[in-house]
């Protein structure tokens, strides 16, 4: 299975898993942050998984953060991203995007790793535990519009 970190040749293929993990975002939003993610490699990388004729299989996003919730050590591997076609889940190929990903993370000094998904994915939720991810907390996000009064 190849596993490597983003070249710039994939970017394009890149931008079209981010969208199928990511579908609400805009394609310049995830532009941006594609742009922002390649220019902080000491905190960000990309993993991929290259199938027959270059085309990607999947990749995951890691970062390093400062803490994390549920963490004990700092500085905090972080999977930012992780996804991989749905005609090649449960075939190794996930494993191996998370296991560059921890790779790189302990070698930048981490000790502990750290990933969060919805409530409602439990087909995520089933994949990280799996891998050996263990739940630390569920949140339920609040909002409310303010209303200006004149």
């Not at 994390?68 to 190929?93: D, F, H, N, S």
């Not at 981490?110 to 949140?139: K, P």
């Amino acid at each position: 299975m190849d596993v490597h970190r983003l070249r710039p040749s994939e970017r394009q293929e890149w931008a079209r898993l981010r969208t199928a993990l990511w579908p609400d975002c805009p394609l310049e939003e995830h532009q941006q942050e594609m742009e922002d993610i390649l220019q902080n490699p000491r905190q960000e990388a990309v993993f991929v998984s290259a199938g027959p004729g270059g085309h990607l299989q999947g990749f995951v996003e890691v970062s390093i953060k400062p803490c994390a919730i549920g963490c004990e050590t700092q500085p905090v591997g972080y999977l930012e991203g992780w996804y991989v076609e749905p005609e090649m889940r449960k075939k190794g190929v996930g494993k191996a995007l998370v296991v560059a990903a921890e790779t790189w993370a302990r070698s930048r000094g981490c000790r502990q790793m750290a990933s969060d998904t919805q409530v409602e994915n439990e087909g995520s939720q089933r994949a990280h535990a799996r891998l050996g991810y263990a739940e630390v907390e569920r949140l339920v996000h609040f909002r409310k519009d303010l209303v200006f009064e004149e």
